[in-house]
Structure formats: C-alpha cells, structure tokens
C-alpha cells in the first residue's frame, strides 16, 4: 500500500466513524437526559453520559395507562395489520407471477399506475366515509391500508425466479393448488416473505398520520399518535402536571425523552436481527429498477 | 370468409374458458386483491370528481353540481399559490444538492472500508435512522432546538451566543428539515448504491492499479462510471418527485410563523381539506399537483430513455 493510499484509509476510517457517531448521538443524548436530573441537563452538564442517574421519569411512564393503551392498540394494529397485507400480498404476488395467466397483464398495470398516480388525502378521506369506515376506526386502519403495490412487485419478481418445473413436479405427486402454493412456494420465499413482513410491519408500526385523522376515541390511538400529542403539541406538561408534582427530580424535559426511549426501544431490540432483511428488499427493488 | 372468423372466435372464446377453468385457483386468490385495489385505490380515483364540482357532503359525489375549473382558477388566483408552488420547489431543491449526493458519497467511501466488521458496523449505524418514525424524529429534533431546555440552545447559551427559538424562524426552516431528512435517510439510501458498487468488476482495480491510479482516479475513473446508470435512475425518480413533498413530516415540525417558507402544496392541501373542510377545492390544489408530478416523472423518464438508455420502465 502506497503512502498516499494509508492517508486515504485513515481519513475514510476517520470521517465513516464521525458519520456513525452523528448517526448515532441523539439517541444516546435521548437515553442520557431521560436518566439525569432536570437540573444537569438544564446546565448543559448532560453531553454524552447521564448525570445523578435516576429512574423516576420512568417510574412516572410506567405508571401512566395511556402509553400503555398506546402500546397495546399499536401492536394490534401492527400484527393484525402485517397479517392482513401478506395474505393479499401473496394473493396478488402469486397470481400475478404466472405468464400463463389470462388478464395478467392488464391487472399487473392497473397496479403499476398506483405507484405513480395517487387520487391524494381528500379523495382517499372522503372514500373512507362514504364506505362507512369513519365510524368503524380499528376495522378501517387495518383494511384501508391492507396492500401496497411496491411490496406485490416486490413478491411478484421472487415468484418468478422460482422454477416453474417444481410447480409441475409437485402437481404429478398429486398436489391440488393450494397445496403447492403452502407447501412448495411459501417455504421456498421464507426470506422474501420475511422482508416484505417486515416493510409491512414497520410501516404499521411507525405510522401516524391516518390514524391521527380517523381515531376520534383516545383509547384506540396507536402510540405514534400520542407521542405527537404529547411531544410535537407539546401538552406534555398539563398531562402530567399532577404526577410531577413539583419534584425536582422529573421535569417535562426528562419525561419527554424517557417516553422517546419507551417508544423506540422494541425497534431498537429487534434493529440488528431485521436489518438484513431490509438490505435485501432494497436489493430486490433496485434489480428491479 | 364469415364462417371462418366465427369459428375463429368461438375457439377462441372456448379456449378462454378453458383457460380460466385451469387457472381458476389463481383467479380465486387475484379475487379479494383485485377487489382491494377497486375499493382503496380506484374508487377515490373516482372521488376526484368534487375538483370540478361544488362538493356537498349532503348531495354525496355523484349528485353535486358540476362548476368546471372555478377550484383551480381560484387556486392559482390565490395569494397561497405562489407560496406553496415555491416553497415546494425549494424544498425539492434542497433535497436534490444535499440529500441526493450524500448517499452516493457515503457508498463509496464504505465501499473502501477493508475491514468487514467495521464496514458492518458502519452500515447498521447509518441504517438505523431510517426505522425510527417520523414522530419519534420530529419530537426529538423539537425538544433538542427548543428554546429553553434544549440542548442546541444550552450549548449556544454556554458559548456566549444568544438563545434562538429556531423552529419559530422561517429562514431557518428549510436548513433544517433538509438536515433532518439527511440524517435520517442518508445511510438507508446508500444501500442501492453498495450493492451498485459490489456488481462492478474487480480485475478493473487491478489494471487500473498496475498502471498506476491513485483512489482518486480509481473513484472518478471506475467507481462512479460504473453506478452511472444507478444514479441517473435515482435521479430521475428524484426530479419526478419535485412536485411531492410529503405532508407528514413538515405538519410536525411547521407552525404558523414558518408557513411562509415551511407551507408545501401537499400540507395545503391538508389544512383547506382536512381541517377547514373545503373538500372539493383542496382535492382540485391536490389533482393540480399530482398532475404535475405525472408529467415530470413520464417526461424525466423518457429524457433519460434517450440520452442515457436508462429508464424505469
């Protein structure tokens, strides 16, 4: 290696951990405010570790129902949501990735037009109600946003790449459809399924703005929309106003992050076991182009 | 001749029905997706009507009078039009100069990282951002520049400077929603561009080394020739989408006192529909801006059809 090369990869090395290091910092500040007291971080004392380490925002969170209903309603609408999209995900992936069948071609452009051409939020609302979704608000979360043409491309190109000798094999050992569909198809597209499960999942789990507009009751909104009401509107301060009670050991400050941290960390558990799957789809996608 | 075609046609319309018969499994399982699709993605398509009608929640869509093009003609009429049309722009703008290269950047610099663990751990830091929701981001970014607890302001306070409410000043606004889309969507976005660089031949490395390039010719001279045709796709997808700022993330992070740079056509379209219920004409603003998007997007792709061979479809 030439000298100007080692200069080169010592740079590269250097400016890569800066750029992991911003990446990475608001979190651990998150963590490190939401364990200190009110007063170190409002002294700016707070900089990368926490000071006078204590658990009372914590204490307070955890005593609190809401986030909790908030937690529950969006792991509901996550999992049922998730289900929900793959089954009609693999109806239409499936289906679509046969060049035998009649009208494939026609139903693959109605669906690739979605992609590009989008009716917007006021035809979309005022569909919803006309069906009478407003008023059934779980049912119209999990139904109205039950497919997504993106992912059924997605699918659609792995199906294809499976040969089709192994559906005629399996058809000659006396399998009927379904069954080469669950026993052959399915296991064979595990890694598939699990990406498009996962852009479905999460997704689900981080949207906000739908079920900001259609969930009127206060105990059925999914936890992203009760950061917002307590962070972005700011009215953290009157909920809590009771339980703070002038402590000086919580304060607005110090709730506020430890309610980031309570609402991230299942993302950040199971981040490093997923991401993989994620670089895959992109992956898939981009071969795609 | 004429008995001819009709036997043609019914052979035709016999092996269709034998054709469905066979297939009559698939047809079952395209069944409750077709019927999806109708429901959420075309039935509004339908919707889009009330543009050209003076919409009555009681009338329903069909039965509302039809007023032609007044929705559009009072949007471009309006002091709002010029507002958002620039404001949209700009934001597109800012997008393209900083978070369109970034990633590109970021790809080939991992791309030269040797060791694999710290490659690994590069990549899965920089992903992270882009899971987290735009909720948890927004509250985060209002409570570190908030004017009395947060940190940029404790940390300013600290160096003598004076506290500034940033998020009530509009000429700091577009600087700071481009910062956080940065660096949220930086490391994910490299991804396409990695596996790029990963299907660009090896043994051109080697030549180019034996016959003595520096990184920096090797950079300039393979790498980035060899994603060229990534990067124009990107690109391509980019400038077709200058017209489709998202509304989610700017309605948390705007208030009144930063409309004036903050406010895009999608959050206007959200405000004069969803909150002040004038249906008909935010779907009109909202069709005049998705009709845009279409033409730029089909326009962008044939350009690049022709000059660089590339297109999406």
Redesign the interface.
């Known amino acids: 290696m030439s000298r100007g090369e080692k200069i080169f990869h010592i740079i590269n090395y250097f400016i890569l951990a800066l750029i992991a290091a911003i990446a990475l910092y608001p979190f651990i500040y998150v963590l490190s405010a939401s364990l200190s007291s009110p007063d170190a971080i409002l002294t700016g004392k707070v900089v990368l570790l926490p000071k006078n380490i204590r658990f009372d925002s914590y204490g307070v969170i955890f005593k609190d129902k809401s986030i909790w209903i908030a937690y529950g309603n969006t792991i509901f609408y996550t999992v049922v949501g998730t289900a929900l999209c793959l089954f009609l995900t693999v109806c239409g992936a499936y289906a679509l990735s046969k060049p035998r069948l009649r009208g494939r071609k026609i139903v693959t452009f109605f669906i690739t037009i979605t992609l590009w051409f989008d009716a917007g939020i006021i035809p979309f609302y005022l569909n919803l109600r006309d069906l009478g979704l407003l008023k059934h608000s779980r049912a119209a979360i999990i139904i109205a946003f039950a497919c997504n043409a993106f992912n059924v491309i997605l699918l659609r190109t792995f199906f294809e790449t499976v040969p089709s000798e192994l559906e005629e094999a399996a058809r000659m050992d006396g399998a009927n459809d379904l069954k080469t569909l669950t026993k052959v198809y399915l296991p064979l597209s595990k890694a598939s399924l699990a990406t498009v499960g996962l852009f479905y999942a999460i997704e689900k789990w981080n949207g906000y703005f739908w079920a900001m507009i259609i969930i009127r009751d206060e105990n059925k909104i999914p936890l992203q929309v009760l950061l917002k009401k307590l962070i972005v509107e700011n009215s953290m301060a009157s909920d809590y106003a009771a339980a703070l009670n002038f402590n000086a050991s919580t304060s607005t400050e110090t709730l506020t992050y430890a309610t980031i941290i309570v609402s991230i960390i299942p993302i950040l558990l199971v981040y490093p076991y997923i991401q993989k799957f994620f670089v895959k789809g992109v992956m898939i996608g981009a071969v795609k182009g | 001749m004429k008995q001819k075609t009709q036997r043609n046609k019914r052979s035709w319309l016999s092996q269709?029905v034998k054709?469905?018969k066979r297939?009559k499994?698939?047809?079952l399982?395209?069944l409750?997706?077709?019927i999806?699709?109708i429901?959420?993605?075309?039935?509004?398509?339908w919707?889009?009507q009330?543009a050209f009608k003076d919409f009555s929640l009681f009338k329903?869509?069909a039965a509302s009078d039809w007023i032609g093009l007044e929705h559009f003609k009072e949007f471009l009429g309006s002091q709002y039009f010029g507002r958002v049309f620039r404001n949209t722009i700009m934001i597109s703008l800012y997008s393209i100069l900083i978070c369109f290269p970034a990633p590109i950047i970021?790809a080939i610099?991992?791309n030269?990282?040797?060791h694999l663990r710290?490659k690994k751990?590069?990549q899965?830091?920089?992903?992270?951002?882009h899971?987290?929701?735009?909720?948890?981001v927004?509250?985060?970014l209002?409570?570190?520049l908030s004017p009395s607890?947060g940190?940029v302001n404790?940390?300013l306070?600290?160096l003598g400077f004076d506290k500034i409410y940033f998020l009530t000043k509009p000429e700091y606004f577009r600087g700071i929603f481009t910062g956080m889309n940065l660096?949220k969507d930086t490391?994910?976005s490299s991804?396409?561009y990695i596996?790029?660089i990963a299907g660009i031949d090896q043994t051109m490395y080697e030549a180019a080394k034996i016959d003595g390039a520096?990184?920096w010719q090797q950079i300039t001279r393979i790498t980035i020739p060899g994603i060229l045709p990534?990067i124009i796709?990107m690109l391509i997808m980019k400038i077709g989408n200058i017209m489709t700022v998202g509304?989610?993330a700017i309605i948390?992070l705007y208030q009144p006192a930063t409309y004036e740079t903050a406010d895009v056509i999608?959050t206007y379209?959200?405000r004069s529909?969803?909150l002040d219920g004038r249906?008909d004409y935010?779907?009109a603003v909202?069709?005049f801006?998705?009709i845009i998007a279409?033409i730029l997007?089909v326009s962008a792709n044939t350009l690049s059809k022709r000059m660089t061979e590339t297109s999406?479809w």
Do not use: C, H, Q
Not at chain 2, 39 to 45: A, E, G, Q, T
Not at chain 2, 124 to 129: E, G, V
Not at chain 2, 131 to 136: D, K
């Open positions: 269709l054709d469905v297939d499994f698939l047809y399982l395209l409750p997706f077709v999806w699709f429901f959420f993605k075309y039935r509004p398509m919707g889009l009330i329903g869509i970021l610099l991992i030269e990282v040797k710290f751990a590069v899965t830091l920089t992903n992270l951002p899971f987290i929701s735009i909720v948890v927004a509250s985060i209002t409570t570190f607890s940190m404790i940390f306070d600290k660096w490391g994910y991804i396409v596996t790029a520096n990184k990534t796709i509304y989610e948390l999608s379209v959200y529909g969803l249906y935010a779907t909202g069709l801006n998705g279409l997007v999406l």
